[in-house]
């Protein structure tokens, strides 16, 4: 069974610029979360979706983070304009159903530089 | 809101030996799960070991177990025989059920990095 796919593995860019990130969760999955790990803590809940619609997004900062998950299946997680503080490794993760079985498988990451 | 602390930033532990790791947690709910989750150089989270809140039975996967102390919010993993390939960063980490309002997320400790020595 192929996991969690993410992609780019890194990125590189300039303050100010925009960057995207993508993920395939497990196919099956009908949760999908988006998790930022700023270097020396633990992730951190972004945006959580059930299928195509958003169940949790509190702690998106939606002045410039926006994400979506058409068709229920992959997602992209867009900056813009990133700043330097968005220096981060962004983690997605996907669940069979959190009411049922709790628990989240992850991806790799894209770890993200702003310069 | 729930909190998840690890006291620990740095640990190591000599090759075949036992390492415990601490943390504790802060909640009002009753009846939650709580992770261990490994982390690699490679940065794939990989999950260790869970436990559900409401047994008393401490959970086991082979080198791996914990110590769940629901009374005193600590929930502690022993990794026995230790191996070059454990040293990793562990996170420990508190997820309320999906029911009541709850999304079911997971909310993270700081992590403490392990380091196995030959």
């Known amino acids: 069974e192929a996991g969690v796919a993410q992609s780019p593995r890194y990125k590189i860019i300039e303050k100010r610029q925009s960057v995207a990130f993508w993920c395939n969760p497990i196919s099956g999955h009908a949760t999908l979360y988006w998790y930022q790990q700023i270097l020396g803590q633990g992730p951190k809940l972004l945006i959580q979706f059930q299928n195509n619609g958003v169940v949790d997004d509190s702690q998106l900062p939606k002045d410039r983070f926006s994400a979506e998950r058409l068709k229920g299946v992959d997602s992209t997680l867009k900056i813009q304009p990133a700043k330097l503080e968005d220096s981060a490794v962004y983690l997605c993760?996907?669940?069979?159903?959190?009411?049922?079985?709790?628990?989240?498988?992850f991806g790799a990451g894209t770890r993200l530089s702003v310069l | 809101a729930q909190t998840v602390t690890q006291s620990q930033p740095e640990m190591s532990v000599q090759e075949a030996e036992t390492v415990t790791l601490s943390c504790t947690y802060d909640?009002?709910?009753?009846?939650?799960?709580l992770f261990w989750y490994k982390q690699p150089p490679s940065r794939q989270m990989i999950l260790v070991i869970r436990?559900?809140?409401?047994?008393?039975q401490n959970a086991t996967e082979n080198r791996f177990s914990v110590n769940f102390q629901k009374a005193a919010k600590s929930f502690s993993l022993k990794i026995s025989d230790s191996q070059l390939g454990d040293t990793a960063m562990y996170f420990c980490a508190f997820m309320k059920p999906r029911y009541g309002g709850s999304q079911g997320n997971l909310i993270f400790g700081k992590g403490t990095k392990l380091s196995v020595k030959p």
């Open positions: 993760a996907s669940s069979l159903d959190p009411g049922l079985y709790p628990i989240q498988y």
């Open positions: 436990q559900e809140a409401y047994k008393q």
């Open positions: 909640t009002s709910e009753s009846n939650y799960y």
